[in-house]
């Protein structure tokens, strides 16, 4: 019982974060199983300006997603990222998609 809940545990941590939801949300929204770290980084940098009218850097957005993000989500088992490519497989989970739903209308509404 304590895998499952741990695992669980594990996702709620990674879906605390909206850089990590951002890459996640591009994956459902483009129903697309691989992305290149470049598309992410432009994501995880729009994320983060939260609407600002300046287009944001994606340099700091690449540092993090190579040493944060990208292996938290890896260690949820939700991507596979090979470093080596710089692509980014998504591990489709229902769960984890209606988790993303339910939080994306969460936010709308505040």
């Given at each position: 019982?304590?895998?499952?809940?741990?695992?669980?545990?594990?996702?709620?941590?990674?879906?605390?974060?909206?850089?990590?939801?951002?890459?996640?949300?591009?994956?459902?929204?483009?129903?697309?199983?691989?992305?290149?770290?470049?598309?992410?980084?432009?994501?995880?940098?729009?994320?983060?300006?939260?609407?600002?009218?300046?287009?944001?850097?994606?340099d700091?957005?690449?540092?993090?997603?190579?040493?944060?993000?990208?292996?938290?989500?890896?260690?949820?088992?939700?991507?596979?990222?090979?470093?080596?490519?710089?692509?980014?497989?998504?591990?489709?989970?229902?769960?984890?998609?209606?988790?993303?739903?339910?939080?994306?209308?969460?936010?709308a509404?505040?």
């Open positions: 019982m304590s895998n499952g809940s741990d695992r669980t545990e594990r996702e709620l941590r990674a879906l605390a974060s909206r850089e990590r939801r951002a890459v996640l949300e591009h994956f459902v929204a483009t129903e697309t199983a691989v992305a290149d770290i470049e598309v992410l980084c432009c994501k995880v940098a729009s994320a983060r300006a939260d609407g600002g009218g300046e287009s944001p850097s994606t700091p957005a690449r540092v993090e997603l190579h040493h944060v993000h990208l292996p938290t989500l890896a260690d949820c088992d939700l991507v596979e990222y090979d470093s080596r490519s710089g692509t980014v497989r998504y591990k489709a989970d229902e769960a984890v998609e209606e988790l993303l739903a339910a939080l994306a209308t969460f936010e509404e505040r």
